[in-house]
């Protein structure tokens, strides 16, 4: 006897659900970001609780979806409003009736001659600003946001762009198809037809409760991709081309966490020699990248292994090396066994690292002009002493 026909179907869905109608904005929700940046209850000052209706898992699930959505456009506000960062389109030639996604960029993100530091966040339901919906929701706005990153940043002289890899398509709602009428000779009906009957039957019901078991999917959508940017993947690859290419600064540095490294590390298969000529560092947080299955060459896995730390999960404290599993860049502990915390724990560490590379590559490009300069004057000084 299969699951199915072990459900009463109707029983399951009898549950007094209330209607899936959710607040627009933060203070309908009766919430709000106190001083610290925490999500209280605006009248009981408590945080925020999933389980508000128990033995409502999938009226919870909406609930707290609604709140995320509203989240992330909180966070769009502040990219706006308290780091001054503005909206580029992208594809930057898409139409007005085509999908399309954006970055944020810096007033300077062009320009800026020295400087630029780019973001790039992992997969899921995280938009541009974001490292971790759930930290924002449960603990607070620095943990589960990009913008002290941001701030920093720009105090220290940095232009910024902060991408949206997860901003693929455009999702709209399939229309219902028609339901035919039975047929008053049904029973009359070719037993084969009646089989195939039975099968699109049985198929129905496995949606329904497939429908309700996964809370997720609520009705038949169709997604629609936003051209050249219809993968994270892809949309790396394209700010970098329409955007961090094009840019003046001389040093590029990247902050990727998670699925941004795998991003990352396919951007530099892509682009090689345009990358290693123009980052600087690249500081990962729990990077999900793999340098065999992604076919990364020699070459790129030695340019990992100098211009690349990864900051991993790990009982260890902050900064403390921890054993690599391939031969790429170094992995060092992020002070946290918490996937969604490790760019935050590392957070003052990542800038120090970017101040070293820099120091570095400054000291570097120092020696190879000295360099330069002493091989032009001895030609010179040999050519003067023929002519005597």
Known sequence: MDLLSRIDLDELMKKDEPPLN?????????????????LRHTTTGEAYVFNAREDLHRWNQKRYEALGEIITHYVYQLLETKCNLTKEIVPV???????????????????????????????????????????IINQDLDSGTQIPFITRAQEEGYSVMVLNPNENHLEVERPAKPTALPSPEASDEPAEKRERKDDRESKKKRDFYEKYRNPQKESETEQIPIRENGSPEEHVLYAWDHFVSKA?????????????????VELLIQREAQVKNRVCAVAMTDSIHNIWHQDASKSIQEWLQQHCRNWV????PLDTPVEPMLSDCPRVSAGTERHELTSWRSFNSIFQF???ALQTEEEETSNTVTTRSSHRTKPDHDHNHNDL
């Open 22 to 38: 959710f607040p627009k904005t933060l203070e309908e929700f009766e919430y709000a970001f106190n001083e610290q940046g925490r």
């Open 93 to 135: 030639d898409a139409t007005e009736e085509e999908p399309r996604s954006f970055i944020y960029m810096s007033a300077d993100g062009m320009s800026n001659p020295t400087k630029l530091l780019v973001l790039i966040q992992g997969c899921g339901v995280v938009r541009a600003g974001q490292w971790a919906r759930r930290l």
């Open 248 to 264: 003046a600064a001389r040093n590029v540095f990247v902050v990727a966490h998670s699925y941004g490294g795998l991003s990352l």
């Open 313 to 316: 999960s790990s009982p260890e």
């Open 354 to 356: 970017f101040s070293e």
